[in-house]
């Protein structure tokens, strides 16, 4: 109980850390047709084994309170595939010199990067129904990561990324 104060401060934390995603979709699918779903049998997700099993655990969670149902004869297959890389800093600071005469023009740069550099994760998620159409709906979500962040701390961000994944599933029809 002593914890919960410190628990609701890392979710927090982690509700405000970015999470980009982006989607696209098959247009000229039914998704009122997809109500189970599973994963490939040879689901390799680029994650280690204990966060692929954080991360598939939170997808069925967030799946199902959607009345999305595990089968095994799903309407739909999912397959997720991730990795990192480093984001180079965007704040720079420019030196520059230069002088001008007649006609006559010149001039030196310098950027020099400001900060560190961040350690991003790209995580792929793919909804394919293996018995018509193919990959049918697609989410790309880039957040930050760190490789020293506690299991509490890994399982709130992988349910912040998942959330803001699932905003676009289904995708609204206009």
């Given at each position: ?12 934390i982690?509700?405000c ?35 692929t099993k ?7 969670q ?18 997720i ?13 420019a ?20 900060g ?10 793919d ?8 990959l ?14 506690s ?21 609204e029809?206009?």
């Amino acid at each position: 109980m002593k914890h919960l104060p410190k628990l609701l401060i890392l979710l927090l934390i982690m509700s405000c850390a970015p999470v980009h995603v982006s989607y696209d979709y098959e247009k000229s699918t039914n998704f009122e047709n997809y109500k189970t779903y599973n994963y490939y049998t040879d689901l390799n997700t680029g994650l280690s084994e204990l966060d692929t099993k954080r991360l598939v655990d939170v997808l069925n969670q967030a799946m199902q309170s959607r009345g999305y149902s595990l089968s095994e004869t799903p309407n739909f297959i999912i397959d997720i595939k991730s990795s990192e890389f480093q984001e180079q800093p965007n704040n720079n600071v420019a030196v520059g010199l230069g002088g001008t005469g007649r006609n006559v023009g010149g001039g030196i740069s310098i950027g020099l990067p400001i900060g560190q550099s961040q350690m991003q994760r790209e995580i792929v998620f793919d909804f394919i129904d293996d018995s018509s159409v193919g990959l049918f709906w697609q989410a790309i979500a880039v957040a930050d990561y760190r490789e020293n962040w506690s299991p509490e701390k890994r399982e709130a961000h992988f349910k912040t990324v998942v959330d803001k994944v699932l905003e676009g599933f289904p995708p609204e029809t206009k």
